[in-house]
């Protein structure tokens, strides 16, 4: 069985740690695994997406396929999509800034670090700049 459960106040933790002691009075075997921080919120997750999928196409609509943006020899043009995006240019810079390799491990605040970074390197290196998408892109 396997639960999760969010420590925020001295309450919360005061029930978790008790809710804990009976686990294992029961079943004289727990494993417990825990994070830290705020996580990524839902909206961010659907913007990081979003992100993704217009720089994969503003990328694609200025001729800049994969091997040119990555630094290969142009042997083959390779179309970005969204995954290849998050996989090839998010994660690259995410894990060089937080050492996160998942998106899912970023905190709520790390988001906005990296697109910074990230849309930094892509002005210098191409003269691209994909803003963060707001709501109403999403």
């Not at 494993?31 to 979003?50: P, V």
């Not at 999509?81 to 800034?97: D, G, I």
């Amino acid at each position: 069985m396997s639960q999760d459960w969010t420590a925020s106040s001295d309450e919360s933790f005061k029930n978790f740690m008790a809710h804990a002691e009976a686990l294992y009075k029961e079943h004289r075997y727990v494993t417990f695994k825990w994070s830290t921080g705020k996580q990524r919120s839902a909206l961010q997750n659907k913007a990081l997406h979003k992100y993704c999928e217009m720089l994969a196409e503003t990328l694609n609509d200025r001729g800049l396929d994969m091997v040119l943006v990555l630094h290969r020899e142009p042997e083959m043009k390779i179309s970005w999509t969204k995954q290849a995006v998050k996989e090839k240019l998010w994660r690259p810079v995410q894990e060089a800034m937080l050492n996160k390799k998942s998106t899912t491990k970023a905190n709520r605040d790390e988001y906005s670090k990296v697109y910074d970074e990230l849309n930094r390197l892509m002005i210098d290196l191409h003269g691209v700049s994909v803003p963060w998408p707001e709501r109403k892109d999403k």
